[in-house]
C-alpha cells in the first residue's frame, strides 16, 4: 500500500469549478461508508480538506487505487461533469511532498500565508474524530505538519505574507481612503470571518456589522465585542453597509442580484463593495453586472499583492529542498517500520500454531536454531505468511531477536 492523492486547486481551474468539488464533514462520513464497501481491505483510510485554494482528497491505499477512488467520489457527489482535466493525481514520494508544499504554504496562492497549516491541522483532526483516517495515513499527515513546521522555521517562506483576510483589508485599504469611515458588514462568524474582523479593527476600523446563522458573541478586543444578527435580518443590513465581506459555510450564494438591487435603491444608489471569500461563493457572480456594486471573488483578491513575492520566491526554493529530503527520509523509516511489521506479524502467527509442549520445549531450551533453520526452509501455501519471503532474507541473528520476543511474552 502507498500514499495516494488527488485535488483541485487555483492553479488547475477557477473558483466557478472548484466549489463543485467540496469535502466536509457530512460528505466524508457518507464516502467512508460507501469507500469501505466497495474497496474493503484495499483502502485503509483516507480523508480530504477544501480551503479557498483547493479541495485534496488523501488516502492510503493499493497502488494505482486513486483513479479508481476518484471515480466512486465523483460519483458520489454527484459531480461526474467535472473535468477530470482540472485534477491532479500524485503518489508515494510526489504525493507526500505535494502535502507539506500545501500545508507550508508554498502551493498557495499567496505565496508563504500561514494559515492553511492551521486548516490542514484542523482537517486532519476532524478525520480523527470522525474515525475515518486509520494509522498508516494518519502517521504520514503528522510527519507532513512535522516537515511543514521546519520548513517554515528554517527559512523565511513567511516573509510579511498577508493571510486572506489580510488581502481582504489591503483591498478595502485600496478603494477606500478612509476605510474607518465606511458601514462593514461581515456575513458568517466562523474562523475566517472573526480574523477578517480581527484584521479591521486591528486597523482602526471599527464600524463593524455581523450576521451569522446562529447568534454570537465575537470578542476583538478586551473591551471590545461585536454581537451577530441572524440570517434573517441580511437583506436590512445590506441597505446601511457600504463593504460587504462574506465568508460563511453554504451550499448556495446567500446573496442574490435581487437582493443588491434592491439595497442600492434604498441606499440612492451609493456604491458598495462585496468582497466573497467563501467556496462556494456566498454571493451570486451575476452582481458583477450591477453598476453600482463592486464585487471581488477569492480569486479576485488574491492577485491584488505581489509584495516581497521575490524574496518570498527564493525561500520557497529553500523550503522545498528542506521538504523533499525530509519526505524522502520520512518515506524511508516509514517503508522500514511498515516491513518489520509484516514480518512480525507473519512470524507471531506461525509461532502461534506451535503447541504448548513445543513452546515450552523452546523457553527451556533457549535454543532456537533448529526453528530458525525451519522457518528458512519449509513452504507454507498461506498468502498471509507470504512463505516467509521477507523473514528469509533476514539474518538468523535477528529472526532469533524477534522469536526470543515472542517467546518472553509467551
Do not use: W
Not at 458568517?188 to 484584521?199: I, T
Amino acid at each position: 500500500m502507498e500514499l495516494q492523492l488527488f485535488g483541485i486547486n487555483h492553479k488547475t481551474s477557477d473558483v466557478s469549478e472548484r466549489e463543485k468539488f467540496i469535502i466536509n464533514e457530512s460528505n466524508q462520513i457518507v464516502l467512508d461508508n460507501h469507500l469501505k464497501k466497495i474497496f474493503k481491505n484495499k483502502l485503509e483510510s483516507f480523508f480530504g480538506i477544501s480551503t479557498c485554494n483547493r479541495t485534496e482528497f488523501y488516502l492510503f491505499g493499493e497502488p494505482n487505487i486513486s483513479s479508481k477512488v476518484f471515480h466512486e467520489v465523483m460519483t458520489i457527489l454527484k459531480n461526474e461533469d467535472m473535468n477530470k482535466e482540472s485534477f491532479y493525481f500524485l503518489n508515494n514520494h510526489d504525493a507526500l511532498v505535494h502535502m507539506c508544499k500545501v500545508a507550508s504554504g508554498i502551493d498557495s496562492q499567496v505565496l508563504g500565508e500561514q494559515e492553511i497549516l492551521g486548516q490542514f491541522k484542523s482537517a486532519v483532526k476532524k478525520a480523527q474524530e470522525l474515525n475515518i483516517v486509520k494509522s498508516k495515513l494518519l502517521n504520514l499527515s503528522n510527519k507532513v505538519v512535522e516537515i511543514s513546521k521546519q520548513a517554515r522555521t528554517e527559512t523565511n517562506i513567511g516573509l510579511n505574507s498577508l493571510s486572506v483576510s489580510g488581502l481582504a483589508y489591503k483591498l478595502v485599504k485600496n478603494i477606500f481612503e478612509e476605510p474607518k469611515h465606511q458601514n462593514i458588514l461581515i456575513v458568517g462568524a466562523g474562523s475566517l470571518a472573526q480574523s477578517v474582523m480581527e484584521n479591521l479593527f486591528k486597523n482602526g476600523i471599527h464600524k463593524i456589522k455581523s450576521v451569522n446563522r446562529s447568534i454570537k458573541k465575537i470578542k476583538l478586543h478586551n473591551d471590545y465585542e461585536i454581537v451577530s444578527s441572524s440570517l434573517d435580518s441580511l437583506h436590512d443590513e445590506l441597505e446601511f453597509a457600504d463593504i460587504v465581506i462574506a465568508s460563511s459555510t453554504t451550499e448556495l450564494p446567500l446573496i442574490g442580484k435581487g437582493a443588491i438591487e434592491n439595497a442600492l435603491k434604498k441606499r440612492n444608489n451609493k456604491p458598495i463593495l462585496l468582497i466573497d471569500l467563501g467556496v462556494p461563493r456566498n454571493i451570486e457572480d451575476e452582481i458583477r453586472n450591477i453598476e453600482q456594486a463592486y464585487l471581488f471573488s477569492i480569486d479576485d483578491i488574491e492577485k491584488i499583492t505581489q509584495e516581497n513575492y521575490g524574496q518570498r520566491s527564493i525561500e520557497a526554493e529553500k523550503a522545498m529542498n528542506i521538504i523533499v529530503l525530509e519526505a524522502h527520509a520520512a518515506l524511508d523509516l516509514f517503508s522500514m517500520k511498515d516491513a518489520k511489521d509484516k514480518i512480525s506479524i507473519q512470524l507471531e502467527e506461525f509461532l502461534n500454531n506451535l503447541s504448548t509442549n513445543e513452546i515450552d520445549q523452546f523457553k527451556n531450551s533457549k535454543d532456537f536454531s533448529e526453528l530458525i533453520r525451519s522457518i528458512k526452509t519449509m513452504n507454507i501455501d498461506n498468502n498471509k505468511l507470504n512463505n516467509f519471503k521477507d523473514i528469509k532474507k533476514l539474518e538468523d541473528h535477528v529472526i532469533e531477536s524477534m522469536i526470543k520476543r515472542f517467546f518472553e511474552n509467551a
